[in-house]
């Protein structure tokens, strides 16, 4: 997978309407700049306040550039029309988007109050059981906003360790918001022993350093700037000073498939005793885990469940047994306390949960199999995109603040936040340059239609009943699908798709999700796709800008009306 980027807006520019868009995005701008179809009153708005500011993109050279950049007021165009030059720049910039730009976070709150972009077995690069390894995986990840990658290390890796810490401190200069490396040790002590001398000297100052007493409160990502915080196992001194005796029996070089993620938490009474010795951590490399410290999962009445800096690591069904079991003490658990949740180790094919029912129970790592971009990888994206890989939780789902103290509380998700009813229609006009499906190469042959998709809470999330499907990722619950068109260029009409009364809303947690698939027969192939969160998505005429199957920035773009209420 490559960078992924916005993709590029010059193509859209107004220097010459005729090339930059197609015939059918192009009737539409004209209907709209003719008042045929007018913008609603507070798009109007956004377009004068965009029209009355400087914008890198314009040429003051230029005759079709924005009328401040030649000194000139917007000029006014009878029976409520607007310039069509004007209303087409302003809809190919940013704020043209769908999807709105996120505002600056707070970075001042402790670090449980934040959703973090994570990744599972991060190093592979395909299935979970027999695709290859590689430290390009990390690059990948960690370009694209991942703040929590994972680590594997067996005897006999200090080699490619190496490569993966140098790996990591090359990319954090691209982001310096706090990364976490979860580590899943399968070492003897003497392989450890070099993790820490090859962690200290490559990580150096970006490293979080032990502290001098005890962790009473977990820091925030501001105050994390720049910094790397290793997840591994605890292990008290006294114990630690024990165990790194034990030798260590000889390693096997097999590989685990992902349930070896849960070697810290849930599924460690399944592992036999030599295992257990197997993955033995000594002091100096529980001690590197400050304020990310993983214990073994037992219940959240446990003494370990109120340990400030603690983490626990729990399997996607682990969760959902916990979600039934003790739902409200799960929500309110996680106000406090970070958990890290990952999918089970079945999913041979590196496929997905459903991240959003875990943001919803306030789980802050989720962690997915970048290697696919399936539904989950698409909430994910829009999720973070743009945010850095820090997004601040809802104010209802965040903890206590700096220097307070809290316990859990019977406080269910349904009890904490407000949920809104919502109508939501989209017009579906017409789009350009369309990315074919992976492998497709015949423009003339391509039949796309756009299928949109809510994704909301489901009733059973909040009653801590059995959640169809354990989590797994699905298809929206709302769902349309348009018409088939013809060629990268289509004109859609106007379809509309309407979602009326949707109860029990969280925007912040909620998700829309356009596709758009080749109509043919067998399996419709992705062609591309967006995801955008329910609170960054704008009203009015927008471009929905798309990626392609594999993730990847396109030039495609999707013209939509979008009209959106929430009571």
């Known amino acids: 997978m490559s960078t992924l980027t916005s993709p590029p807006t010059e193509h859209l520019s107004t220097l010459s309407l005729s090339s ?16 045929k179809h007018p913008l609603p009153h507070a798009q109007l708005q956004e377009l004068q306040s965009y029209l009355s500011i400087p914008h890198d993109n314009a040429d003051p050279q230029s005759q079709h550039a924005p009328p401040q950049a030649s000194g000139h007021e917007p000029p006014k165009l009878p029976n409520g029309s607007v310039d069509l030059k004007h209303l087409a720049e302003y809809l190919a910039s940013p704020e043209g988007d769908a999807m709105m730009p996120l505002a600056d976070t707070d970075l001042s709150y402790p670090i449980s109050n934040y959703f ?50 140098e790996e990591k401190a090359e990319e954090k200069k ?11 040790v399968h070492a003897g002590k003497e392989q450890q022993e070099i993790m820490v001398e090859i962690i200290e000297q490559t990580w150096k100052s970006m490293l979080v350093k032990p502290t001098a007493s005890e962790c009473q409160q977990l820091p925030s990502p501001g105050e994390l700037r720049g910094k790397i915080l290793i997840k591994v196992k605890y292990v008290a001194p006294e114990r630690a000073t024990t165990k790194a005796a034990v030798k260590a029996a000889t390693p096997s070089m097999r590989r685990k498939d992902s349930s070896s993620s849960s070697s810290d938490s849930d599924n460690q009474g399944s592992v036999d005793a030599k295992e257990k010795k197997k993955s033995s951590i000594i002091e100096p490399l ?7 410290r993983s214990y073994h999962f037992k219940d959240l009445s446990s003494p370990e469940a109120s340990v400030p800096c603690h983490v626990f690591s729990l399997s996607e069904k682990k969760f959902m047994d916990i979600h039934e079991s003790h739902g409200p003490t799960l929500f309110s658990h996680n106000r406090n306390y970070l958990m890290r949740t990952y999918p089970a180790g079945t999913r041979v094919t590196s496929s997905n949960l459903d991240p959003a029912v875990f943001w919803r129970k306030g789980v802050q790592i989720v962690a997915l199999n970048w290697q696919k971009f399936d539904a989950g990888m698409m909430l994910n994206e829009g999720m973070f995109v743009g945010s850095g890989g820090w997004v601040l939780k809802p104010r209802e789902y965040r903890g206590h603040s700096r220097g307070e103290r809290s316990g859990v509380s019977d406080e269910s998700q349904g ?36 299928k949109c998709e809510l994704h ?13 499907g354990g989590g797994r990722s699905k298809d929206g619950e709302y769902k349309f699908k348009s018409k088939s068109c013809r060629g990268i260029e289509p004109n859609f009409g106007g379809e509309k798709a309407d979602f009326a009364n949707v109860p029990t809303v969280v925007e912040e947690l909620s998700f829309l999700r356009f596709k758009i698939q080749d109509d043919e027969f067998g399996k419709d192939d992705l062609a591309a796709w967006a995801c955008i969160r329910l609170d960054r998505l704008n009203e009015g005429y927008r471009f929905v800008r798309l990626l392609d199957a594999n993730g990847d920035g396109s030039r495609g773009v999707l013209l939509v009306k979008i009209t959106k209420s929430l009571s």
């Open 456 to 468: 909301i809470e489901k009733p059973e999330e909040r009653t801590g009943a059995s959640i169809e």
């Open 415 to 450: 009890d904490a936040i407000a949920h809104k009813t919502l109508s939501l229609s989209i017009e579906i006009l017409a789009a350009q340059e369309l990315p074919l499906p992976i492998g497709d190469h015949k423009p003339h042959s391509f039949q796309p239609y756009v």
């Open 116 to 165: 973090i972009n994570s990744s599972h077995n991060t190093y592979l690069t395909g299935n979970q059981l027999y695709s290859e390894s590689s430290t390009d995986a990390y690059t990948n990840v960690l370009l694209r906003g991942c703040r929590c990658i994972e680590i594997d290390v067996w005897d006999g890796d200090a080699k490619s360790f190496t490569a993966e810490a």
């Open 174 to 184: 691209h982001n310096d918001l706090p990364v976490i490396v979860s580590l899943e």
């Open 286 to 292: 529980s001690a590197l885990g400050v304020y990310t």
């Open 20 to 35: 930059s868009f197609s015939p059918a995005v192009l009737t539409y701008l004209k209907s709209i700049a003719n008042n």
